[in-house]
């Protein structure tokens, strides 16, 4: 079974501000791990994603995220905020034994950023 | 713009009605995958189909179930309609191709129950 949990469904920062964003998973085998946001009625954009390769992952926007085994952990950063980064960010979780995608989201976290 | 297309973007239907929602996959993807994403909650894992099979399905009960046509579009189907079924449904297509993983998701379709 897999799951990932979130902690913090509401984080603010301030404009320049580092972004941390938390995210705890479980799975019985070695997990694939992504970060996707979503803005408002819009659907998911993918951010970044560790298949195994290096554990400190780049993404698009200036975000990267570290995958740390000892702590099941891929929690998400980003140096400096910017008021565009405002937005729903999901972690999810999926079984590298299956190649198609299947995710399990956890619920979220809502990111406002202050001017 | 991820190349997959949804249809309708809203819809409102009353309790017990049956629902079909649509989704085109990006060229080339032959994996499609469907998601409920409830109000403040994440995406959880309704079904997926590969190759116009199902292959995998998450906690949902049959009244759900859908299709895929061989130019690999898919559709959801929802009979019995209840109020917890409000909620936005996103589809999501991939390629299966060794350790490939990503996937691209439209932007849904808002469905409200009343």
């Known amino acids: 079974a897999q799951s990932v949990t979130q902690l913090g469904s509401h984080v603010s920062v301030s404009e320049g501000a580092l972004v941390l964003l938390r995210c705890n998973y479980s799975?019985?085998?070695?997990?694939?791990l992504f970060w996707y946001v979503q803005y408002p009625n819009q659907g998911l954009q993918l951010l970044l994603k560790?298949?195994?390769?290096?554990?400190l992952v780049k993404g698009i926007n200036g975000f990267e995220a570290e995958f740390k085994k000892s702590e099941t952990s891929f929690h998400l950063t980003k140096p400096s905020a910017h008021m565009s980064d405002a937005a729903e960010y999901f972690c999810a979780v999926s079984d590298p034994r299956n190649t198609g995608n299947q995710f399990y989201f956890g619920t979220g976290t809502s990111l406002t950023v202050i001017p | 713009e991820t190349g997959v297309t949804q249809s309708p973007t809203h819809l409102i239907k009353t309790r017990g009605q049956q629902v079909t929602l649509r989704c085109s996959s990006q060229?080339?993807?032959?994996?499609v995958s469907w998601y409920q994403q409830a109000l403040g909650q994440g995406p959880q894992f309704i079904f997926q189909?590969?190759?116009?099979?199902?292959?995998g399905r998450g906690n949902f009960p049959p009244r759900f179930s859908g299709l895929q046509f061989p130019n690999y579009s898919s559709e959801l189907n929802v009979n019995a309609l209840e109020l917890d079924d409000s909620a936005l449904y996103l589809c999501?297509?991939?390629?299966?191709?060794?350790?490939?993983?990503?996937?691209?998701f439209g932007q849904g379709t808002r469905l409200t129950v009343v």
């Open positions: 799975s019985s085998v070695p997990p694939y």
């Open positions: 999501a297509s991939s390629v299966r191709q060794g350790r490939r993983t990503e996937a691209f």
């Open positions: 560790y298949t195994s390769a290096a554990t």
């Open positions: 060229s080339g993807h032959n994996t």
């Open positions: 189909y590969y190759r116009e099979e199902e292959n």
